[in-house]
């Protein structure tokens, strides 16, 4: 999701891992979800940041070329995702059967909407993050570029903050008024998380995990005891700076010393890493993979076949919300794992016909 260095980082890969993980414990409401809710997704804006490399983008040639890697990277997958989706989205399941919600006007509207990188579908909900981080990150590679090219490293800082301010302005605009139309108001807010992933990157020196740990869980729980709850991202309430960053950095930092103890252990390296490295996979398929375990409470439990259309989920009390989280996490990677051995298989038998 962000850009990425030659030789990858399995800390980062790690981080990601976690992250996602959240995110998918997060909508299978498991417990704690409202402490994890302080920093679920600001956390992957400001590894975003922490990845940005500022030093690639000086002309306009740096500029596109950066701009196709990000359509690539998030404009596609929303595409294929949002459009696979859409055609289950056409019918519902009633008590009377099978009824098809859209006629053929309806079902272009929606397919020319996808294609222009707006509306979605509701199995495919998590990828309006694909195209906020989208609308951030072409942003800040605008301001990338013009501060490049100021030769003046005074005016250039200063140029820098400005812009930040401006953004984050712009952010609070839209949303006191209640505009987040294609996820702007979120674009322009979480400027500053990518601007402090960047910051992170360049300054913050290696340190104890354990610390690490200790500090940013003790301001989660300062935080989360206050009801501070300022980063809401689909939201329309009132955007607090100081709380934005210190919960997402928080977070930020309590995931990344996890990442560095976990990367100790080749096994809990590997494990982690391999989820992190699949993060795209994961939020475009686990509310799809979510209907799996509904389809089984709802054999279990004799209930009505409409019960399907429960979203995101059925039933999560007890521990059936660790059977989702599981879902959630290991069939979009099962998934990606089949389509990686056929596409091996055909590029193998492509190159065998060629020989």
């Known amino acids: 999701m962000a850009e990425l260095v030659k030789k990858r980082d399995s800390i980062i890969d790690i981080t990601r891992g976690l992250g996602i993980i959240l995110v998918v414990m997060l909508h299978c409401n498991a417990p704690f979800s409202d402490f994890f809710f302080l920093f679920h997704m600001p ?14 983008i000086k002309t306009f ?19 294929i995702c949002n459009l696979f989706f859409t055609i289950p989205a056409l019918f519902k399941i009633t008590s009377s059967g099978l009824v098809c919600k859209y006629d053929l006007q309806g079902f272009l509207f929606r397919i020319g909407k996808l294609l222009l990188f707006t509306g979605g579908s509701q199995l495919g909900g998590t990828t309006w993050f694909f195209r906020a981080l989208f609308l951030a990150l072409l942003i800040y590679a605008i301001m990338t570029l013009i501060l490049n090219n100021i030769k003046d490293d005074f005016f250039r800082n200063i140029s820098r903050i400005l812009f930040i301010s401006i953004c984050f302005l712009a952010g609070l605009f839209f949303s006191s008024m209640g505009i987040n139309f294609d996820n702007i108001g979120s674009a322009f807010s979480v400027i500053i998380l990518l601007e402090s992933g960047r910051l992170y990157r360049k300054y913050v020196k290696d340190f104890q995990p354990a610390a690490g740990i200790a500090v940013a869980f003790l301001l989660l729980v300062f935080c989360y005891k206050f009801d501070l709850k300022p980063f809401i991202v ?3 309430e009132n955007i607090n700076l100081f709380w934005i960053i210190l919960t997402a950095m928080s977070g930020f930092v309590l995931t990344i010393s996890l990442a560095r103890i976990l990367k100790k252990n080749f096994f809990t390296e590997k494990i982690f890493s391999y989820i992190g490295k699949h993060t795209r996979a994961i939020m475009c398929l686990h509310f799809a993979s979510f209907k ?12 009505e076949l409409s019960k399907i259309s429960a979203f995101p989920t059925l039933i999560t009390s007890g521990l059936f919300w660790i059977l989702y989280t599981v879902a959630g996490i290991c069939i979009p990677l099962i998934l990606v794992l089949f389509f990686n051995i056929i596409k091996n298989n055909m590029l193998k038998f492509i190159k065998e016909k060629k020989c």
């Not at 956390?43 to 690639?56: A, D, Q, R, T």
């Not at 709802?298 to 209930?303: K, N, S």
């Open 234 to 236: 689909l939201s329309n």
């Open 61 to 79: 040639k740096d500029f596109w070329e950066y701009v196709i890697k990000k359509l690539r990277g998030l404009y596609i997958p929303f595409v």
């Open 43 to 56: 956390l992957f804006f400001v590894i975003s940041g922490y990845l940005f490399n500022c030093g690639k």
């Open 292 to 303: 799996i375990v509904t389809l089984i409470q709802i054999i279990i439990f004799r209930l």
